[in-house]
């Protein structure tokens, strides 16, 4: 099983990136996928996820309205689209599968996001 997210890396305050997180070895389809993120001194939190159809969405107060989490299962991928960025929206950003059968969960190595000028 991998998770192996990319796309992170320096924006200035304002900016957006999208992140992406390439599974494999497990039928992506039949699992719910969530980002989350951890900053510096502060434990990881949930950012969003989506069913496994890609029919349903929820996503942290803090990043409502800038953030977009989406899936393609026939890419067996899942992607944050991060607009209007922020300084505290600093940290490493984790992807996550979820089984919806059995108590099991993956999780990518995490891709870096700092947001400075």
């Given at each position: 099983?991998?998770?192996?997210?990319?796309?992170?890396?320096?924006?200035?305050?304002?900016?957006?990136?999208?992140?992406?997180?390439?599974?494999?070895?497990?039928?992506?389809?039949?699992?719910?996928?969530?980002?989350?993120?951890q900053?510096?001194?502060?434990?990881?939190?949930?950012?969003?996820?989506?069913?496994?159809?890609?029919?349903?969405?929820?996503?942290?107060?803090?990043?409502?309205?800038?953030?977009?989490?989406?899936?393609?299962?026939?890419?067996?991928?899942?992607?944050l689209?991060?607009?209007?960025?922020?300084?505290?929206?600093?940290?490493?950003?984790?992807?996550?599968?979820?089984?919806?059968?059995?108590?099991?969960?993956?999780?990518?190595?995490?891709?870096?996001?700092?947001?400075?000028?």
């Amino acid at each position: 099983v991998q998770l192996v997210e990319s796309g992170g890396g320096l924006v200035q305050p304002g900016g957006s990136l999208r992140l992406s997180c390439a599974a494999s070895g497990f039928t992506f389809s039949r699992y719910r996928m969530s980002w989350y993120r951890q900053a510096p001194g502060k434990e990881r939190e949930l950012v969003a996820f989506i069913n496994s159809a890609g029919g349903s969405t929820n996503y942290a107060d803090s990043v409502k309205g800038r953030f977009t989490i989406s899936r393609d299962n026939a890419k067996n991928t899942v992607y944050l689209q991060m607009n209007s960025l922020k300084p505290e929206d600093t940290a490493v950003y984790y992807c996550k599968a979820s089984s919806m059968v059995v108590a099991v969960d993956y999780w990518g190595q995490g891709t870096q996001v700092t947001v400075s000028s």
